[in-house]
């Protein structure tokens, strides 16, 4: 047997190969890498940062999540800060939703565009006060976005950036019983918070931020903690949460319930070569902002229509598409999937890929090419999960 | 979990058991383990002619898929269809889950494949 991983999976990674020269500066840790690792967590290299992949196993991790709750490590996420009087003109400027609209302690989610409207990332664009955002990137593009960021505040003027990224911990609390493993430990009034949006506070002592964010598909809390405060607050939300079956869950699990709830991942579902258009993404776009790089592209790909669309999936025949498998017809390439698993909580195989406009449709049929057997799947809607409408039942 | 010793096992993580000339053939504990959930498995038709290191089915984890390799030569005589319908038990009990049952060409090409010792010593 060997393992096979589709080759850009941030998740199929196998365990570090115990020959392999030892090399501990290769890899950033979070601050709770010992907490992951005495817990028994299988730990994979992602993004240059060494992190937990699962614990007990991704179908039990997910099913918790769905369930109960579940409680990720995040921190390999990048922040981004952008602050200074003109603040708002700056953020309008380089990300594609319009944060102008954004109240202090509200967030959207939003694009990163290069001027042809493709996705230089994905991210959670924050009002931290009047005048200073805070913007939350994957950990894989921190680098390049704080470089492209910084030029065009930096050409704007009247406000600078700042790559935070050190300065945050990030911890996920996810699932339906969070906000009773969390509420105990703060002064904050969790029920108070919307979805999307955020509140200053203390958990455990610790000073953080609570915002009502997450990547799941649940309800859900991201924290953000001083990194010498992650472990301490760690801890008590796992002991305040045991009651209720509050369990650590790792990256495994976070990409598949991400895709059950049909949540788009950079580098898989979307990247520089696909507009927000073509990933059904529109919704997000805030037309009224008339400063966003990518702008006049995204207007005219709008006004023409586009070629392809990233459509949800499922398999009508055995088997499980992956990323970078065919979609096909009558035997011929006509798009590509984009990321596919089985579903530990649908208990499917499901997946997006980018098919023909003609093909977009919910109950198109589909072929894929799974290592040379054409599998029938049909078109879905997405998301493939909903909350409150897929509940659990007997 | 042991690695028992009624068997033998390649260095691509199968297991085979041996009677006569029929054999069982599965995964073993410790590639269950690098897969993690196992959701699926492909397995071949009662009948195909298998042949020794070429693949004969694939098994899907949540995660992943990898290509099952016969460790000998044969003919599928019989496919499990209890782990076709819960590849779950592929983890619960990797070596009491066999996938298929094989009339093997040569029963003596069985010495060539690792004992109990040798595979735990490649795994370290």
Known sequence: MTVANAPNDPTANVPNDPTAPNDPNALSRTPLDSRHRAAGARMVPFASWEMPLEYTGIAAEHLAVRTRAGLFD?????????????????????????????????????GLLTPDGTFLDDLVVYRLAPTHFLLVVNASNVAKDFAWISEQVKAAGG??????????????????????ALQPLTGVELAAIPPFGFAFGEVAGARVTIARTGYTGEDGFEIFVPPNMADRVWQAILESGRPVGVVPAGLGARDTLRLEAGMR?????????????????????????????????????KEQGVARRLVGFEMVDPGIARHGYR???????????????????????????????????AGSELAVDIRGRQARARVVPLPFYKRGRDAVSG | MPYPDDRRYTKDHEWIRVAGDVAEVGITDYAQQQLGDVVYVELPDVGAQIAAGQAFGSIESVKAVSELFAPMAGQVMEVNGDVKQHPEAVNRDPHATWMIKVRLSNPGEAAALLDSAQYQKLLG
């Open chain 1, 74 to 110: 995040v921190s390999h996420m990048g922040e981004i800060e952008i602050a200074g009087k003109d603040a708002v003109a700056a953020v309008q400027r380089v990300v594609c939703s319009d944060p102008a609209r954004l109240d202090r302690g509200q967030a959207q989610y939003a």
């Open chain 1, 159 to 180: 406000a600078v950036a700042v790559d935070s990224s050190s300065r945050y911990a990030l911890l996920a609390l996810q699932g339906p019983a969070a906000p009773e």
């Open chain 1, 327 to 361: 979609v096909t017809q009558q035997g011929e390439p006509v798009g590509v999937v984009t990321s596919g698993t089985q579903t530990p909580y649908l208990k499917k195989a499901i997946g997006l890929a980018y098919v023909p406009a003609a093909l977009a449709g």
């Open chain 1, 265 to 301: 991942l950079y580098g898989n579902d979307i990247d520089d070569t696909t507009t927000a258009l073509e990933a059904g993404l529109g919704w997000m776009i805030g037309w009224s902002n008339e400063r966003f790089i990518g702008r006049d592209r995204l207007l005219q790909q």
